[in-house]
């Protein structure tokens, strides 16, 4: 790891103009970090450079994030008492938890992969037309917060806003259209019935969630993150918890993704026909942080690429003027309210000024 410091400290004495020329000059090939792969670069540049790692290794021996299998959940009583009460465990702890026979064909999995896949092996010239920072219904990109995070991300990404307006097709590149809106449909049936089982597992009513509009919103990111040639000076996506209700992830037979439990890291393996669940920093919110949003990241490989595609339930763009506070049924007197009201927005605005620096925006909305 000496070579890191060594490193590090050079990009610190790096001047900020230079710093920020450079930032310019990736950001201007419009071309992401599949470029710089593209153009068989042996070493990662510095701004990719990640301080060593301040927690252990991951030991997913002593802990393994549940697998919960849906099948029969809406047909069996007994069934769906059992799935809610894993559902509430992991809500409770890890924050994360997958599921199987969620209802997804597998092979709309594998498209929505190969969709993605498609996309970043597209012709340059096309993929360049779409590269912007501006808010469109289709967003190609690397590092959303290139300008304002510490250090940079091994991971290019696209962004597509799904729901509650779904974009017409002609708006979204034409290597992954359908598969894009065929995969939103069933990521929102998904929501909702996830939403229905959070909802009890909280002891309330199945639509206390949904009434609440918490599946509204879908906001989708196709990740490609590219083999690196020194995945461990960086990182794939830096440590994070998401600024949504509830996150629907489904990642390839790569790995790299880990949440942090009691200060160690622990693997969140890839398994077939499985997506991710997480719960959101909204959802830790409206539940007084009953839920917990955990903080999560995703290592660089050098077997990649490592395709994922994550759907955010947030109404993120809308400004809708709803204001989100803990639940009140929740409330009592031994469990006052522990954060102020806010809405969406502006929850969305503050998470992505401050970038993915490895701290919680939530505790900017604590009382
Ligand atoms: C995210 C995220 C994980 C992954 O997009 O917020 O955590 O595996 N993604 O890409
Ligand atoms: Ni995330």
């Not at 708006?171 to 049936?189: D, S």
């Not at 509830?246 to 693997?267: P, R, S």
Request: glycine share 6%; proline share 7%.
């Amino acid at each position: 790891m000496e070579g890191t410091a060594t490193n590090e400290s050079a990009g610190t004495l790096k001047s900020h103009s230079g710093r920020v020329h450079e930032l310019k000059a990736f950001d201007d090939t419009k071309a992401g970090v599949k470029g710089l792969v593209d153009a068989e670069v042996a070493k990662i540049p510095s701004l990719f450079h990640h301080p060593p790692d301040k927690f252990g290794k991951a030991s997913n021996l002593e802990h393994v994030i549940p697998v919960i299998d849906l099948t029969d959940v809406n047909k069996d009583p007994n069934t769906r008492q059992n799935v809610v009460s894993m559902i509430r465990e992991a809500s409770e702890t890890w924050g994360f938890f997958q599921v199987v026979n969620h209802g997804i064909p597998v092979s709309v999995l594998s498209d929505m992969k190969d969709g993605v896949k498609r996309f970043y092996e597209q012709d340059i010239e096309v993929k360049k037309k779409v590269y912007t920072r501006e808010l469109k219904p289709f967003v190609y990109n690397s590092n959303f917060d290139l300008y304002s995070s510490p250090a940079l991300n091994w991971r290019d990404s696209f962004a597509c806003y799904l729901a509650p307006n779904a974009p017409k097709p002609e708006q979204l590149p034409e290597v992954c259209r359908v598969i894009l809106l065929e995969y939103g449909e069933h990521v929102i049936k998904l929501g909702i019935a996830l939403f229905e089982l959070l909802s009890e597992a909280l002891g309330l009513h199945p639509d206390h969630l949904k009434n609440k509009g918490c599946a509204e919103g879908l906001m989708t990111l196709g990740h490609y993150y590219p083999a690196c040639p020194e995945p461990e000076l960086t990182m794939g996506t830096t440590q994070h918890s998401d600024n949504d209700f509830l996150t629907v992830l489904l990642q390839d037979h790569i790995g790299g993704l880990q949440v942090l439990y009691q200060d160690k890291w622990i693997d969140i393996p890839p398994a077939p026909g499985a997506l991710v669940v997480n719960i959101g920093d909204l959802l830790q919110l409206i539940t007084n942080d009953r839920f917990k949003s955990v903080e999560h990241r995703v290592l660089a490989n050098f077997l990649g690429p490592r395709i994922s595609v994550a759907c955010f339930f947030s109404t993120d763009l809308q400004s809708f003027p709803k204001l989100y506070g803990p639940i009140k049924e929740l409330l009592s007197e031994d469990n006052p309210p522990k954060y102020r009201e806010t809405t969406v927005a502006e929850y969305a605005k503050y998470y992505k000024a401050k970038g993915l620096d490895g701290t919680s925006a939530l505790q900017h909305f604590r009382i």
